[in-house]
């Protein structure tokens, strides 16, 4: 049975850290499995659906590049890894796409970053690592 490890990626330097870390855990298990996943939320509640899918696909094609060179790394050192971009619901946090997509998986470690917002900005804005600290059930890591 293999090891899944997700990583929450949103092209920050912090979840760089945690893309590396998770390059890391793999030399505990032999067998696992990387996935590396990226939420694109579309826009705010006033945004017509065509417009917010249209964003949508706009910040999911953003991510293939970077996902790409991530993937290619994994695979120089024949790590299993999966790539996927997310478009979530923008009036949610896309830490609820992160721990539904954990859960749908099986998967045994979520590795995400921490951006270290202000607590005036965690209030308003909510924070997608406390998310889902607070709603996953896999354990979790994060980087700081």
Do not use: W
Not at 97 to 124: H, P, T, Y
Request: net charge neutral; hydrophobic share 40%; with cysteine.
């Amino acid at each position: 049975m293999s090891r899944k490890i997700l990583v929450a990626y949103d092209g920050s330097p912090l979840s760089r850290q945690a893309v590396e870390e998770a390059k890391k855990q793999t030399t505990i298990e032999v067998e696992t499995e990387v996935y590396v996943i990226a939420v694109a939320r579309t826009s705010g509640p006033n945004t017509n659906v065509a417009l917010s899918r249209s964003i949508g696909n706009e910040l999911a094609d953003h991510f293939q590049p970077q996902l790409e060179k991530i993937k290619q790394e994994f695979e120089r050192l024949n790590i299993t890894v999966l790539m996927e971009v997310i478009v979530g619901d923008p009036n949610e946090n896309p830490g609820k796409s992160i721990c539904k997509f954990a859960e749908e998986q099986g998967i045994d470690l979520i590795i995400v970053g921490s951006r270290g917002l202000g607590n005036v900005k965690k209030i308003i804005l909510g924070s997608v690592s406390n998310y889902v600290v607070q709603h996953s059930t896999s354990p979790i890591l994060i980087m700081k």
